[in-house]
């Protein structure tokens, strides 16, 4: 079921064109969305580790095609996923059903308006991969924080701004190895830890794990390791 709101305007109209031009290829494993696919049992095995999905109530912020979204329901989660992509939203709700993936909704709605309506509602919030594609991360951030119950858990994943990735994540990823199509980031919107950490300060949310994702072009493997100067990702709880 796909449920349709009102938003905020905590949104980048290129941004959501640019997913929305490429809806029909995310669930493409071999397409333009290949990294996620290949990175995704990585993430959600790291959030589950902490979490435990099992039976929790969990909101997927920015759930463009569902990739997380679905998985995270397929792990015992009961699932919400929000994004202002229209088309996208559509796809992810059409592989559900032909997946037949139970416990799990959709919704077009902003985290902001999601927030005011309710507050302290998900035992789980995730954020992956949309920091760097909204004008206003920190409003992101506070909204997370407000969803989330009293001592649960909220993940960020998002990208480092330092030369190293300009290197490795926009001319390495977009321009040589052709894992992300061409002009997927801009080097201005990616955040620093301690940019997210002041984030996170301010929505009572307390930084528990920080790690890195690296990547092998040669052998294609993905794995998490202490290293952040690139991808990271970041494990926060909401104070008691």
């Not at 949104?11 to 995704?40: M, P």
């Not at 035992?123 to 989330?148: Q, W």
């Not at 790690?211 to 294609?220: E, F, H, I, S």
Request: proline share 3%.
């Amino acid at each position: 079921m796909m449920q349709s709101n009102t938003h905020t305007t905590n949104v980048d109209s290129a941004e959501l064109t640019k997913f929305s031009d490429l809806a029909h290829r995310w669930w493409d494993e071999q397409g333009e969305f290949a990294s996620l696919h290949h990175i995704n049992p990585l993430r959600l095995g790291w959030i589950n580790e902490l979490a435990n999905l099992q039976g929790k109530q969990v909101l997927d912020v920015g759930c463009g095609g569902g990739i997380l979204t679905e998985a995270m329901a397929r792990s015992g989660a009961q699932a919400l996923g929000i994004d202002l992509a229209s088309k996208s939203l559509k796809v992810a709700q059409l592989h559900a059903l032909e997946t037949q993936t139970a416990q799990l909704q959709y919704r077009e709605i902003s985290v902001e308006d999601l927030a005011a309506e309710r507050p302290a509602s998900f035992d789980v919030v995730t954020c992956m991969e949309m920091l760097e594609h909204v004008p206003d991360p920190a409003s992101v951030v506070r909204a997370c924080g407000a969803l989330v119950k009293p001592g649960g858990w909220v993940f960020f994943s998002t990208l480092n701004r330092n030369a190293k990735s300009f290197a490795f994540a926009i001319v390495g990823a977009e321009y040589v190895l052709n894992l992300l199509p061409r002009g997927t980031h801009e080097y201005a919107k990616f955040i620093r830890p301690s940019e997210l950490a002041g984030f996170c300060r301010q929505a009572d949310l307390n930084w528990q794990q920080t790690r890195g994702m690296q990547y092998n072009p040669l052998t294609r493997r993905y794995w998490l390791d202490a290293d952040t100067s690139v991808n990271y990702l970041v494990a926060t709880q909401k104070a008691a």
